[in-house]
């Protein structure tokens, strides 16, 4: 498996998942992380996962790909298996190099360039969370008959047991305050301005909330200081990475998301745990949220129903209870692990039979 090094929600629980189920079909699983960072990586390695780190910068570069294909010729993989976008370009530019080997990517957010369409292209398989993102696959080349659609499953990650005097001394946080979380790349996907303007529009009618934004990324200085500008600062911890994310998911009260995140960042875990979610309209959040039901999904305009309909939540602690227990029971029906993890296992051992006959 190929990745950024990620936490333990979103495409990194995707990993930690997915890893077990091969395990147990039989796979000898090794990681090869492409970037910093991250709990995954420490986490897989503690349940006896071989885990290579070829990348130390905050993103994939060429001495990353150059050190991924190394470790293909050495290690000769009857399969390798490359999670988001990232990866994907960088297991598709490095083939060529890598020996004999089968690939495929998984895609939980849609491709936007032409060279990633010309990465996916090279590789055998194409694995999609939703038919959303599996048309802007095709929309950058990649044919439809090289592509599946597996809707994702969820089982939240075990908890430290932290308590929550515990996460707000490690996070800097107050103990009597509301918490809200939204997990996201800070790029300009992520539409992190919404986030902080809603944040800014909250305060003036619903005081003592906190929140927190875990991602690194480009924008992390813009993020940061528009933060201050807005009289923000006091109210919003922005960390690149967090490892006690299970626990922090568990004890907010609201799990948000402005933009386009693979998994809506942390929601699909925040359902697993029966906490309320709010989202701007995205193939993500259309997926997963089931709105007026476990959550709601929020247009883009106007831009004062993010925080308005975040308000409600944070106001009504029967509908908050409410959003939250169909939340965990939409999540256990229609993104149960069982049958989820059986249908990516099998999507990528039909690719490795392939090989193997040629």
């Known amino acids: 498996m190929v990745a950024r090094g990620l936490d333990p929600v979103g495409t990194g629980r995707q990993i930690e998942l997915a890893a077990d ?22 986490r897989l390695a503690a ?64 491709p936007r360039s032409r060279r990633l369409g010309w990465a996916l292209s090279r590789l055998d398989r194409v694995i999609t969370v939703s ?28 908890p430290a047991g932290l308590s929550r005097h515990d996460l707000a001394a490690r996070l800097g946080l107050r103990t009597d305050t509301q918490w809200t979380l939204c997990v996201a790349p800070l790029v300009g996907e992520a539409r992190l301005e919404r986030l902080v303007w809603a944040i800014d529009q ?13 991602g690194q990324g480009p924008l992390a200085a813009r993020v940061q200081r528009r933060a201050r500008v807005q009289q923000l600062a006091e109210r919003l911890r922005v960390v690149p990475f967090c490892d006690v994310l299970p626990d922090l998911v568990k004890a907010s009260q609201l799990v948000w998301q402005s933009g386009d995140v693979a998994y809506g960042g942390a929601i699909l ?3 697993a745990c029966g906490v309320p979610v709010v989202a701007v309209a995205s193939d993500a959040a259309r997926q997963l949220i089931g709105d007026g039901v476990t959550g709601r999904i929020v247009p883009a305009d106007p831009e004062s129903e993010f925080p308005r309909r975040a308000f409600n ?16 029971q939409r999540a256990a029906e229609q993104f149960a692990t069982g049958p989820a993890l059986a249908r990516h296992v099998e999507a990528v051992e039909r690719v490795a039979a392939m090989e193997d006959r040629l």
């Open 269 to 271: 875990d925040a359902m």
């Open 131 to 158: 038919a959303g993102v599996a048309g802007r696959c095709e929309a950058v080349g990649v044919r439809s008959g090289r592509i599946d659609i597996l809707a994702p499953g969820i089982e939240a990650a075990e």
């Open 202 to 214: 909250l305060e003036v009618v619903h005081r003592g909330v906190e929140h927190v934004l875990v």
């Open 21 to 42: 189920a091969f395990r147990a079909a039989g796979w000898d699983v090794a990681v090869a992380v492409g970037t910093a960072g991250g709990a995954v990586p420490a």
């Open 47 to 110: 349940r006896g996962y071989s885990v290579h780190r070829i990348g130390t910068r905050p993103t994939f570069d060429i001495a990353a790909a150059a050190r991924l294909a190394a470790l293909c010729r050495s290690w000769k993989p009857a399969i390798v298996h490359a999670w988001g976008r990232s990866a994907a370009l960088a297991t598709g530019s490095i083939r060529p190099f890598a020996g004999r080997i089968a690939a495929v990517a998984h895609l939980a957010t849609g």
């Open 313 to 328: 939540v944070l106001e009504n602690a029967e509908l908050a209870r409410r959003y939250g227990d169909a939340a965990r």
